[in-house]
């Protein structure tokens, strides 16, 4: 099934038909998966569902309420192990960041802070490890919503946005010790999508969803994308015209000598920078 034919609003308001139809193909896999959300991963599971559905998965999820990922992995991980989940997915974003540092912290107390952010996470990678032992996926963090100190948000160590940079550098650096570790680049993810149509104050408010329907969409976009890599089930073919494609104009009228290609204009330009 084709789901790009589908506009977002589409996807959501057809998902139960669309999910009884691709429950009907033959030759699914069988997959569960627990997520631990620090938000509320209804829309999050449901888009996410379909996307499996439709990559040849059958999927079933297990979620925790609201904000308990912690409690859920470390305190009360024996629900989790009984589900006996294929993969753990642990969704935060930064407003689950329990303590910034001030904004009168030094470069000698910031990795303090950092530690002990870092810390919780760690203790419940341990936990789903020992009490579970299946692939974890753990997101890393968009930047935050606002800078607090403007242009010094990125520099100063009481800066927010300082503060989640190396929280992230802490997660990559994990996730590259640990194969059963993943870490799912949420930081650019929000990015493309843009700081301004990521956050909806109004539904973190209402409903403890912290994305906008596109910024979810884009995040069980990654998830269905990275499952599939881990399974050996992702595809990736690219097939493309050549003649004002590849290079400006076609080269059966115009002739080799004449195609734009190269560093000589700017339309050149583009179509080596395309190749490249």
């Excluded at 079933?60 to 993969?87: C, H, M, N, W």
């Excluded at 789903?128 to 032992?133: A, F, I, Q, R, Y």
């Excluded at 242009?151 to 010790?177: C, H, K, M, W, Y």
Aim: aromatic share 10%.
């Amino acid at each position: 099934m084709n789901l790009s034919t589908y506009t977002l609003d589409q996807l959501l308001m057809k998902r139960r038909g669309l999910r009884r139809q691709l429950l009907t193909q033959e030759g699914l896999k069988d997959l569960r998966i627990a997520v631990l959300g620090g938000t509320t991963t209804n829309e999050l599971v449901d888009l996410w569902e379909v996307l499996l559905l439709n990559s040849g998965f059958r999927p079933t999820f297990y979620q925790s309420e609201y904000g308990r990922y912690y409690e859920d992995a470390v305190l009360e991980p024996r629900e989790i192990a009984a589900f006996k989940p294929d993969i753990v997915y642990i969704h935060t974003c930064t407003l689950n960041i329990q303590q910034f540092p001030p904004v009168s912290c030094t470069e000698d107390d910031l990795p303090s802070f950092v530690a002990a952010e870092l810390n919780r996470f760690r203790a419940i990678w341990r936990s789903l490890d020992s009490n579970v032992g299946c692939q974890v996926i753990q997101n890393n963090f968009e930047m935050p919503a606002y800078a607090t100190l403007g242009n010094l948000d990125a520099v100063s160590p009481g800066g927010t946005t300082r503060f989640v940079q190396e929280l992230n550098r802490g997660i990559a650096a994990a996730a590259s010790a640990s194969p059963k570790l993943l870490m799912q680049d949420l930081h650019s993810i929000a990015g493309r999508i843009g700081m301004n149509h990521w956050f909806d104050p109004e539904r973190w408010f209402s409903y403890k969803v912290a994305n906008t329907v596109e910024g979810t969409f884009a995040v069980a976009t990654s998830l269905n994308a990275l499952v599939g890599a881990m399974y050996g089930c992702s595809r990736k073919v690219l097939v493309l015209d050549l003649d004002n494609t590849l290079w400006g104009g076609v080269i059966g009228d115009d002739g080799v000598d004449k195609i734009h290609i190269g560093k000589e204009t700017a339309i050149a330009e583009a179509y080596t920078a395309f190749q490249e």
